[in-house]
Structure formats: C-alpha cells, structure tokens
C-alpha cells in the first residue's frame, strides 16, 4: 500500500479545528509521511521494516 494513496480523515472534528486554531498542528494529513520520513532516517533502517 503506498501512503500517498491513504486519504486524510478526521477522527475527531472538534479537536482537531481547536488544535488548528492554536497553531498545534500543522498541515491536514502530513502525520503518516512524516512518520515514514523519520524511520527512514533512522540508523539501521530497511525497507522491508517500512511502516
């Protein structure tokens, strides 16, 4: 499954436009990339551990 294909969803509405407000977070649908992102930076990293 390729994560550019994963839609962004809402969980919680609410909080989320309360968070968006206060400046806590940051663009819709950036969580899941990043954290590919950062695993693949990580020591010891392999593609067949890819999240």
Known sequence: MDTKDVS???RNPILANVMA?????EKRGSGLTRICN???ALDGYKDELKP
């Open 38 to 40: 950062e695993t693949k």
């Open 8 to 10: 962004s969803e809402r």
């Open 21 to 25: 407000q206060l400046d806590y977070m």
